[in-house]
């Protein structure tokens, strides 16, 4: 199985700075095939399930504000939060859909303000 | 609005069963693949199963294999998962989570169901 490694394990930033988390893959989550990037970020606030807010690396899902943005390719990826907001506290997971149905998460990254 | 409501979770003796089920609307259930991911208590996410539209695609992690049954009624427009033989290590919430298909994230996940395992 791909393991998914994310850091920092947690972060404190200020409200209105920059945040950014990374993650890295055991193993290319990159298709040659269509140049696609099986690499997700996932936001997860206190007692609620996860929501998806990146996919293929870059792409934001609907409703997800341009604050965050994905990058990466490969085996190496990251999650940037510019002007961060006092909502944007959560633990953030990275997951590859590469090698499906074995799906794999990142250990996951707490965000507080500083 | 795609709602996923998950159901059946509790606390049962280690050995025992659980059947989770996961009512789905506001989606065509039966043009989606399915799957279950669960989260111990302070833990991580942990992927447990997917199933594809037809029923004919059917996986599990390595740590519920043989013990756990995923399955769907398209009718119903729902998804389960049987759980037998349960352990401590199973205490987890379990979400219940869409696929577009294979090679695809998760895009709508449930609010997560409590199962504990505990004597």
């Known amino acids: 199985d791909i393991v998914m490694t994310q850091s920092p394990d947690s972060l404190a930033v200020s409200l209105g700075e920059r945040a950014t988390i990374n993650c890295k893959s055991s193993q290319s989550v990159l298709f040659s095939s269509n140049n696609k990037n099986y690499l997700a970020w996932y936001q997860q606030k206190p007692g609620q399930p996860p929501k998806l807010l990146i996919y293929?690396?870059?792409t934001r899902q609907s409703g997800v504000p341009d604050r965050f943005s994905g990058s990466g390719s490969g085996t190496d990826f990251t999650l940037t939060i510019n002007s961060l907001q006092a909502e944007d506290v959560a633990v953030y997971y990275c997951?590859?859909?590469?090698?499906?149905?074995?799906?794999?998460f990142g250990q996951g990254t707490k965000l507080e303000i500083k | 609005e795609v709602q996923l409501v998950e159901s059946g979770g509790g606390l049962v003796k280690p050995g025992g069963s659980l059947r989770l089920s996961c009512a789905a609307s506001?989606?065509?259930?039966?043009?989606?693949?399915m799957n279950w991911v669960r989260q111990a208590p302070g833990k991580g996410l942990e992927w447990v199963s997917s199933?594809?539209?037809?029923?004919?695609?059917?996986y599990y992690a390595d740590s519920v294999k043989g013990r756990f049954t995923i399955s769907r009624d398209n009718a119903k427009n729902s998804l389960y998962l049987q759980m037998n033989s349960l352990r401590a290590e199973d205490t987890a919430v379990y979400y219940c989570?869409?696929?577009?298909?294979?090679?695809?994230?998760?895009?709508?996940w449930g609010q997560g169901i409590l199962v504990t395992v505990s004597s």
């Open positions: 293929w690396a870059s």
């Open positions: 997951q590859q859909y590469s090698t499906t149905p074995r799906y794999t």
């Open positions: 989570a869409r696929g577009d298909g294979d090679y695809t994230p998760f895009d709508y």
């Open positions: 506001g989606f065509t259930f039966s043009t989606y693949s």
């Open positions: 199933i594809n539209i037809g029923s004919t695609y059917i």
